[in-house]
């Protein structure tokens, strides 16, 4: 994972915990997580273009052995419309401001907003050395 000094503007959050103040919550999940009401949410916006395809999510099952590969699909799709539009506005947006990317996912470091993080962090720190 990259380092820079907006790393740890850039979080990974479920969407169960309590919104932390002052950081902007973006929902990266494709699908609205499963009991939980949008007030509860407390979602600064529901970013679902940028989630893993319908495709790539029920070929990768949230299994841990087909994580890097899952990665690697994910990267990928992050490079083209519609998901690059969007991931340009969270790099954006995490270039100096406090950003939690949520999502309902249990296992938190096998998930896909655990690669959107890392892409988003790689992207401000090329960003800031240019």
């Known amino acids: 994972m990259g380092t820079t000094a907006s790393a ?3 979080e990974v959050r479920r969407v169960y915990e309590p ?5 902007e919550r973006v929902l ?15 979602l600064d916006r ?8 319908t495709d790539l999510r029920r070929w990768y099952g949230h299994q841990p052995d087909l994580f890097d ?3 690697r699909r994910y990267r990928s799709e992050l490079q083209v419309d519609p998901a ?3 991931l340009r506005v969270l790099v ?3 270039t100096g401001h406090a950003v939690d990317l949520v999502t309902a996912t249990h296992d938190v470091e096998h998930s896909g907003a655990r690669v959107l993080r890392e892409v988003i962090v790689d992207r401000v720190g090329a960003e800031a050395s240019s």
């Not at 919104?19 to 950081?23: A, D, H, L, Q, V």
């Not at 529901?46 to 395809?53: G, M």
């Open 46 to 53: 529901w970013d679902r273009d940028v989630a893993p395809s």
């Open 69 to 71: 590969e899952f990665s």
């Open 28 to 42: 990266v999940d494709r699908l609205w997580p499963r009991g939980i009401s949008k007030e509860k949410a407390a």
């Open 84 to 86: 690059l539009s969007v």
């Open 8 to 10: 740890a503007d850039v």
């Open 92 to 94: 954006s947006e995490a």
């Open 19 to 23: 919104p932390e103040p002052g950081r």
